[in-house]
Nanobody, 119 residues
Framework: QLQLVESGGGLVQPGGSLRLSCVAS????????LGWFRQAPGKEREGVSC????????KYADSVKGRFTISRDNAKNAVYLQMDSLKPEDTALYYC????????????RGQGTQVTVSS
């Protein structure tokens, strides 16, 4: 059974940076696309970014394009999200997910890590 655990969230000032990590256990991530999602209170879930199984293709929501970078390390069974130039509107619970393909159904997801951007 695939389990995903996120880390790296926290409180950061506007303009700051955070790097989220997501490590998997139970199964290899090699054959999954990996995505990061976020959900703020009272708002719908938003797909933030996705990376294909071989890392050759990435996608970003318009709201984070140019500021966030997704990457994966299959040897470590992990996916990362580098977040720069953070804005208060980036505040949300961020969680990673394994998908059959980007924009496809979620096969497994983690519990999430809270990111709060505030001065």
């Amino acid at each position: 059974q695939l389990q995903l655990v996120e880390s790296g969230g926290g409180l950061v000032q506007p303009g700051g940076s955070l790097r989220l990590s997501c490590v998997a256990s139970g199964l290899t991530l090699d054959y999954y696309a990996l995505g990061w999602f976020r959900q703020a209170p009272g708002k719908e879930r938003e797909g933030v970014s996705c990376i294909s199984s071989n890392g050759g293709s990435t996608k970003y929501a318009d709201s984070v394009k140019g500021r966030f970078t997704i990457s994966r390390d299959n040897a470590k069974n992990a996916v990362y999200l580098q977040m720069d130039s953070l804005k208060p509107e980036d505040t949300a619970l961020y969680y990673c997910a394994a998908l059959y393909y980007c924009s496809g159904p979620i096969s497994a997801r983690g519990q999430g890590t809270q990111v709060t951007v505030s001065s």
